[in-house]
Structure formats: C-alpha cells, structure tokens
C-alpha cells in the first residue's frame, strides 16, 4: 500500500518555541493531504486541508496563524506549530489521498508526531 | 452537522467474533472508512463502503446501510494483537471538497 512519512517522531520544546513537523507520501503524488490532532484517548480531529499549489482550508476553531501549513509539492507537506503552548501537546498526524486506486481515495496516514510542550 | 457515533469500548474473547457498530448523520455522505489504531500509532486503513451491502476481506467484513446511516465492523476469529480501537470515518462531500470525518473510535480488549 502507499507509504506516508512523517518527520520528526517525537519532538519536545519549550514554551514560546515553533516547531515544524514534514510529512511525505513516499510513493504516489498526493495533491491533497490532512492534518490530524488526537489527544489522548480521543479520536483524530481533523485540523486543516492542505492543497498542493494553494492555501489550506482550516477547520473551524484552528486558528490559521498559530498553526501554518505549506503544500509546496506533490510529495511535501509541512505543519509549523508557532509559539508553541503546553496547550499545544498532541499526537499531530497527516495523511495523503492516494487518488491512484480508481474511485477509492484512500487516505494513508504518517506514523504520527508526538509533541511535547514544556 | 455531522455526527458519527460509536461504543466507547468492548471485550472479547480471543477466537470468538465481535461487531462494531457505527451510526452517522451527515449531509454530503460520500463513502465510509474503518481503521484500526494501536496505541501510540498512526491508523491503518481497513475497509471502505460507499454502496449498500456487505464487503468482506478476510477476518475482517465491513456492512453499510445508507438508508439507515450504519454500518459495522465485523472481526472473526479474533486474535490478540486486535486489541486496538476501531474508527469509523465518514467522507463528506459539504463545501465542494471532501475530507473525512472520525467517530471517537471503540477501544476493543480481546482477552485469552
């Protein structure tokens, strides 16, 4: 199956610091791809849609400034968490919809980001 | 709005079958996903319904019923290393583009 990647896997931070987390499909050209947010024990909430060439579509209540998304191409997404609060401690995951399997649109999700805010 | 409904855990003995139940409200309904997370990880893709009926793929079968906004997850001969939580993901199509929707998930223990 397609193969996302996400970079880093575990990142711990201070207070007031940014952070950028990488995401990758490995093998198939994504146009569009997902940010996720999962607290614990909660399921993924989906945070913005991010379109290759254009600007994301943020979800209501994701404030577009903290959290700056680019889909500068095909294969690269990135999520830079700006001024980063303990608040902001989540699993931060994406995915990319392979549009390779006919009529599927499968999205593929990265092994995920587990941030650390202190 | 969208709402998407699932039990919050289940238990289950290892070798029997156990159903997972998903029931969904959504205006631009455009197929359903199941996926199974561990702990920790990211969610792998099990199964997807977009028409009535049945999908079967080996230990894992996945029913949908449009009409009634439900489907399930059905998982035979269970084994141990399904202990994990089962999310039931809608695509909805509201708003010209399509993104998925996920229930809470249902965290099943499969026991010896």
């Known amino acids: 199956g397609a193969v996302v990647s996400q970079h880093p896997s575990r990142v711990i931070c201070k207070s007031g610091t940014s952070v950028k987390i990488e995401c990758r499909s490995l093998?198939?050209?994504?146009?569009?791809m997902f940010w996720y947010r999962q607290f614990p024990k909660q399921s993924l909430m989906l945070m913005a849609t991010?379109?290759?060439?254009?600007?994301?579509?943020?979800e209501q209540g994701v404030e577009k400034d903290k959290f700056l998304i680019n889909h500068a191409s095909l294969t690269l997404s990135t999520l830079t968490v700006t001024s980063a609060h303990p608040e902001d401690s989540s699993f931060y995951i994406c995915?990319?919809?392979?549009?390779?399997?006919?009529?599927?649109?499968?999205?593929?999700f990265g092994p995920g980001t587990r941030l650390t805010v202190l | 709005g969208q709402n998407i409904d699932q039990p919050t855990e289940m238990t289950a003995t290892e070798g029997a079958i156990v159903q997972i139940n998903c029931t969904y409200q959504?205006?631009?309904?455009?197929?359903l996903f199941w996926y199974q997370q561990h702990a920790g990880e990211a969610p792998t893709f099990l199964s997807y319904?977009?028409?009535?009926g049945l999908e079967e793929k080996g230990r894992f079968s996945s029913f949908l019923s449009r009409s009634k906004g439900y489907s399930y997850l059905l998982l035979k001969e269970l084994q141990m290393k399904d202990s994990a939580s089962y999310l039931c993901?809608?695509?909805?199509?509201?708003?010209?583009?399509?993104?998925?929707?996920f229930g809470a998930g249902t965290r099943l223990a499969v026991h010896p």
């Open positions: 995915s990319a919809r392979d549009p390779g399997l006919a009529g599927l649109n499968t999205q593929y």
């Open positions: 093998d198939f050209q994504a146009t569009t």
């Open positions: 991010s379109n290759e060439g254009s600007k994301a579509t943020y």
């Open positions: 959504t205006s631009g309904f455009n197929g």
């Open positions: 319904n977009v028409l009535d």
């Open positions: 993901a809608v695509r909805d199509e509201t708003g010209g583009y399509n993104k998925l929707i």
